[in-house]
């Protein structure tokens, strides 16, 4: 019998590329799945691939072409999407508020309530909606009412939290920037259902939301 010819083991040589391409694909499904040894491990062999192979260097390139490429259509696909789930939403509110009119043009029953719409599968009724504040003048509500938001440099922050003199606020309302008004409807209702008179607001009260069961 021939004796077995000893091979010497291959050399440890650069990952495939191949090898390379699989893992970085992996790496955007699981990135922070990846265990620190293994990670570690193909960083080794993904220098070497680096260091020694020009056409590798261009793989990887291309690579980040392409996840650049993908980030731009997940752009591109977020404000479809936007528009999508708007356009939705307005068509639910205003179909909510064809059957919130034609449940109100029936009138009410001996009871005094709304009538009902019963289908096979789903029935329609009117549900009295709590106060609700809407500002007719967002200008003329009193400051009271409202939340500010600005941006404006941190340096400038921290001036203003060490007690500014006029020059130096004179300075801080030039840096800022659209500033964001927001009314405190709460503080709005609160105020109101008190007996108070609150300019630019009003409470409505009377309206309806839709209900399905």
């Known amino acids: 019998m021939a004796a077995l010819a000893v091979v010497p083991s291959p050399a440890v040589t650069a990952a495939p590329l191949y090898v390379i ?9 699981t990135a922070e799945l990846v265990p620190e040894d ?3 491990a193909f960083q080794a062999e993904f220098e070497a691939a680096l260091t020694t192979a020009v056409e590798k260097r261009d793989r990887v390139g291309q690579f980040f072409a392409h996840l650049e490429q993908q980030i731009d259509f997940a752009k591109l696909e977020i404000d479809r999407l936007r528009q999508r789930k708007a356009s939705y939403e307005r068509a639910v509110e205003r179909l909510e508020q064809y059957v919130i009119a034609t449940i109100e043009h029936l009138g009410k029953d001996a009871k005094g309530k709304h ?11 009117l549900r009295g909606c ?6 007719t003048d967002e200008a ?3 400051a009271a009412f409202k939340a500010l938001t600005i941006k404006l440099p941190a340096t400038l922050w921290e001036v203003m939290l060490n007690a500014l003199d006029v020059e130096e606020r004179t300075v801080v309302l030039q840096q800022v920037r659209n500033p964001d008004v927001a009314v405190d409807k709460r ?10 008179f609150v300019a630019g607001a009003e409470l409505i009260t009377g309206k309806h939301s ?3 069961s």
């Open 38 to 40: 293994q990670e570690r």
């Open 140 to 142: 003329a509500v009193p």
């Open 187 to 196: 503080g709005v209702k609160a105020a109101i259902e008190r007996g108070a």
């Open 115 to 125: 009538r009902r719409l019963e289908g096979r599968t789903v029935t329609f009724s």
């Open 21 to 29: 391409e699989e893992y970085l694909a992996a790496l955007v499904e």
């Open 130 to 135: 709590p106060p609700s504040v809407e500002v």
């Open 210 to 212: 839709l209900a399905r």
